[in-house]
């Protein structure tokens, strides 16, 4: 039941040209020597001489307003160096800046709650010790007095006259809303044969989960005022935009240094709260301190992905299976504070008609606050939402109109001729083959014989049903489309930074401005500066993780949203262009030639018309770090070569909300065959491909690597990974009992699949991948209904299926097509 | 008193000190991982006298007079283990945090079933959660053992 099948034959469609040198090679990965033997640092394992253990006092309650905090008895146990609570910190810092308009301007974020508990598991105070243990005996005598005020658990009811209001300030639970209008949706469905009306649709909250937890260890100096946090912050250069101001220091001040990160996933975007208050601790006792996230507390109050509801959904349709867009009321669940989660208003944009030529959408989007645990991006962050949304509809409307799903996508898909492919909101879809992926996955689960075995698999009791996922992983965003949130915002375009020097030794050293989370960043940056500088991986030292000393970042940086093949490895290859310049320059003078006489290769710059002349990499750093007199003045070359990538974005129209909000569009397309017992609603996924395009693959071990576990998170979100609340916001699944991800027993067969379609807009061809569109998830529900559709074609109209809920469309269909119509045009 | 890895260690702990925490925080043994605080991630896998134990599970005084093998003592001499080598080989890893654990997972299955079927060895990794591979190329790099033997 849980064999990985291999493919009868590789199904590989190349289509970039065949590359010389590292690029595209699977070499192995400069990270896994230290990481097998254990001998990666995570910031976990960092110690300070005489440094404090931090643990928070979290709320108990959902909604509550703080009456008192008393720590004294705290404070008497012996070891425990001190405390911090909201007053406190209301006192010393200035609230986190808000990313939205009015109402969710008004909203105040502290690093502990100030007046007022959110959500179960806000930080309400802090206390440091001299161990963990003690730390959290200590944290259990703080004594906090609480008024229960009524929480708001369901998102549909925020804006009811006699919901709770969780930002008094605010005045509303909305953060943001606004409509998104293109083409002409009233013509389409004038134009329209059918118009299929759907009621509601749900995308539930899941998170990734990283295995590490979140945490840093702090130091503070007295003599310069500066804070150094080693720590797994996944966005430094976000993370200090935040941190900064609410400090009231300047950005220099913080220093962000990681190594090695146990998985992010967008988990560790949002710890600027936390780190605050670390940062306050640190200051106020004069100690470093340590502060490691309980499993229970990430899971409970670090950062879930965004729940949505989607609304009275109209989708006009033609005879012939051509769908002319859509209408859709949404509904974001950013939990109890907004934090970055307002940009997912806007991100979701980058994908406005996922796979397809629709040209009529539009959208009324709504987020709002609820007692629950704050949301961050999380892998596939609100594009997987919306392309969940997109897929639903594609087979909702297949199923009630009577279409084959595989023939309706291939209609109505972008087609390969004609990309670079502009969406009707404006973004720029660079490459891609939808319908040839969906082929192969299509080939890769036998979709010929579906017919049989699902007859087959009736002979035994179960019920056959196969589904697709077509998705887009769009990868370096234009902040730019920050505007469109709030006019006065001041961020727009991409960058990031890397640095690659040639030494003394004749050592060439990488630093990335990217904070790698096990996406193999040393590695690939080596295979792009061994090709341009005439080396080999082996011979490049990649700093591991990231270090705001190294100069080598941006406001930027950070890796998230699918960018470091572009972005990161576009900010190498400019350095190591640099670099090779200046090598050349330098072996030019030495040599008596022009720079364009000299080659780089084997190690050594060499005349091209005589290699026999050469000189080692070893002497050329000699000769400009240690050994210059003779130089003439005017060399003007430092063999540290610091380049910044920018790839070219425009702002968006505000008015039209109209722009290119993102570089490049990989693809994914899954193929998912499940098979369910209909009397328990127990199911199995039998077969499974994933097939991928992301243009050129710097190293297709890696690409590969991460579809496996893009898709393993999506089924496991399809299938038991979900939190849910009681009514009075306590969240019911807070730890890895309850919480099911997949074990490898749970994991499916999985076959996998590519085609390579260079962007046209990258430097290397390649797109960022790693996140994967969340296709597993809309693979897994298209199959369930699917199989589903001989007992009375319930929809699924949740994103998460559990066996219970599998159970309860068997038992009664019709409750799931409540609200669901055709009617003719 | 323990022996961890075939040096001993003499330390006094507090009755409540998991194996974990005095492995990582009072021997400065890193390697091992905690991923949870409920027994269900297995990062903290070690082999105590022989057999395969979560360590977030034990108390440290539990341990005294055991021998206890962690992922530093997997591989000899710098040189990596045929499995160490079979994880970068295969791809088995990415950030690298459920790795020890699943290793010494690994080990523990291996010595007791040198040449395990794909599903003895799914079975025998189901205690330890890895969230970026997949187990894909776990599984692979595991099995591949078992065909080398």
């Known amino acids: ?825 | 008193m323990v022996d961890v890895n075939g040096a001993e260690y003499e330390r006094e702990v507090d009755a409540r000190r998991l194996l974990i925490h005095f492995v990582r925080d009072d021997l400065g043994l890193t390697g091992s991982h905690i991923g949870c605080d409920t027994g269900n991630c297995g990062a903290c896998s070690m082999i105590v006298d022989g057999t395969l134990v979560k360590s977030c599970m034990m108390l440290a005084v539990q341990a005294d007079g055991a021998r206890i093998e962690t992922v530093e003592g997997l591989a000899e001499n710098g040189e990596l283990s045929g499995l160490q080598q079979a994880f970068s080989d295969k791809h088995a890893l990415q950030c690298g945090y459920c790795t020890p654990g699943m290793l010494m997972s690994a080990t523990a299955l291996l010595r007791s079933n040198p040449n395990p079927s794909e599903e003895e060895v799914r079975k025998g990794i189901q205690g330890n959660i890895c969230r970026c591979t997949g187990y894909v190329n776990i599984v692979e790099a595991i099995k591949s053992m078992g065909e080398a033997s």
């Open chain 1, 1 to 825: 039941m849980t064999e990985t099948v291999a493919p009868p034959k590789p199904l590989v469609v190349e289509e970039g040209k065949p590359q010389k040198g590292w690029i595209g090679q699977n070499v192995p990965r400069k990270e896994d020597k230290r990481l097998v033997q254990g001998e990666g640092v995570f910031f976990d394992d960092i110690r300070r001489h005489e440094m404090g253990y931090v643990h928070f006092v979290r709320s108990p309650y959902a909604h509550a307003r703080i009456k008192s905090v008393d720590v004294s008895k705290a404070l008497e146990l012996k070891e425990v160096y001190g405390t911090l609570t909201g007053d406190e910190v209301a006192i010393l810092t200035d609230p986190f800046f808000e990313l939205s308009i009015p109402p969710g301007a008004h909203m105040k974020d502290y690093a502990l709650a100030v007046g007022r508990v959110r959500f179960v598991g806000e930080p309400v105070a802090a206390v440091v010790a001299s161990t963990r243990e003690l730390a959290r005996d200590a944290a259990e005598l703080i004594e906090v007095d609480y008024e229960p005020l009524t929480p708001l658990v369901d998102a549909r009811k925020a804006q009811d006259d006699d919901a709770p209001i969780l930002h008094e300030e605010a005045g509303s639970n909305v953060v943001w809303e606004g409509v998104f209008d293109w083409g002409d949706f009233d013509a389409a469905v004038a134009e329209a044969d059918h118009v299929v009306k759907i009621k509601e649709l749900h995308f539930d909250r899941f998170s990734s989960t990283p295995l590490e937890c979140s945490g840093c260890l702090v130091e503070y100096n007295r003599g310069t005022g500066q804070w150094t946090m080693y720590c797994n912050h996944q966005m430094p250069g976000v993370g200090a935009i935040w941190m900064a101001p609410a400090l009231r220091v300047g950005i220099d001040k913080l220093r962000f240094v990681t190594q090695d990160i146990g998985g992010a996933f967008g988990n560790k975007i949002c710890l600027h709260p936390y780190f605050v208050a670390c940062c306050l601790l640190a200051r106020k006792l004069n100690r470093a301190v340590q502060w490691t996230e309980w499993r229970t507390d990430q899971h409970t109050a670090n950062a879930h992905g965004n729940e949505r509801w989607f609304q009275e959904i109209e989708v006009p349709v033609k005879s012939d299976g051509t769908m002319l867009g859509f209408k859709v009321k949404a509904v974001d669940d950013c939990g109890a504070f907004p934090r970055y989660e307002p940009l997912g208003c806007i991100i979701w944009a980058q994908v406005t008609p996922g796979c397809y030529r629709w040209r009529n959408i539009r959208v009324d989007f709504t987020q709002v606050t609820t007692n629950k645990s704050p949301v961050s991006p999380n892998r596939g962050y609100s594009r997987m939402q919306h392309l969940w949304f997109t897929e639903r509809v594609v087979d909702i409307v297949a199923s009630e109109l009577g279409l084959d799903p595989v023939e309706v996508r291939k209609r109505n898909y972008v087609k390969h001729e004609e990309f670079p492919y502009e969406t009707p909101n404006g973004c720029v879809y660079d490459s891609g083959d939808y319908a040839r992926c969906l082929d192969i996955a299509l080939e890769l689960v036998g979709y010929d014989s579906i017919d049989e075995r699902r007859a087959e698999a009736e002979s035994r009791g179960k019920l056959l049903g196969v589904g697709i996922g077509s998705t887009l992983d769009s990868g370096t965003n234009n902040f730019g489309q920050s505007t469109l949130l709030n006019p006065d915002l001041q961020f727009s375009g991409n960058n990031e930074v890397a640095t690659v020097k040639l030494d003394i030794f004749g050592e060439i050293v990488v630093t990335l401005g990217t904070v790698p989370q096990g996406q193999g960043h040393e590695t690939t940056a080596a295979q792009v500066v061994s090709d341009i500088l005439g080396c080999t991986p082996d011979d490049v030292n990649v700093r591991p993780g990231h270090d705001t000393y190294w100069n080598s970042h941006a406001g930027l940086s950070g890796t998230y949203a699918s960018q470091f093949a572009v972005t990161g490895l576009g900010a190498v290859k400019g350095a190591a262009d640099m670099l090779a310049g200046e090598m050349k320059k330098l072996a030019s003078v030495v040599l008596g030639c022009t720079p364009d006489d000299v080659e780089l290769a084997e190690g050594r710059a060499r005349l091209k018309a005589n290699p026999e002349v050469a000189l080692p990499f070893m002497a050329l750093g000699a000769i400009l770090n240690a050994n210059n007199a003779g130089l003439p003045e005017d060399l003007e070359i430092t063999l540290n070569c610091r380049y910044m990538y920018r790839p070219y974005f425009e702002l968006p129209d505000k008015e039209r909300k109209f722009g290119n909000l993102t570089l490049t569009y990989a693809t994914q397309i899954h193929a998912c065959v499940v098979e369910i017992d209909p009397e328990t609603g127990v199911y199995e996924i039998v077969d499974y491909a994933a097939v991928d395009d992301c243009g050129v693959r710097i190293h297709p071990q890696i690409v590969e690597g991460q579809v496996h576990g893009a898709t393993a998170q999506a089924l496991g979100a399809a299938t038991h990974e979900t939190f849910p609340y009681d009514e009075d916001g306590n969240l019911l699944t807070p730890n890895f009992y309850d919480y099911h991800v997949p074990h490898a027993l749970d994991m499916p067969p999985m076959k996998t699949g590519y085609i390579e379609s260079a962007s046209p807009f990258t430097p290397l061809g390649a797109k960022g991948m790693g996140e994967g569109g969340g296709a597993g998830i809309h693979a897994v529900c298209a199959a369930l209904q699917n199989a589903l559709q001989s007992r009375g074609k319930p929809i699924v109209t949740d994103s998460c299926n559990p066996y219970h809920r599998i159970w309860s469309l068997l038992r009664d269909p019709d409750a799931s097509r409540e609200g669901l119509e055709v009617t003719a045009s």
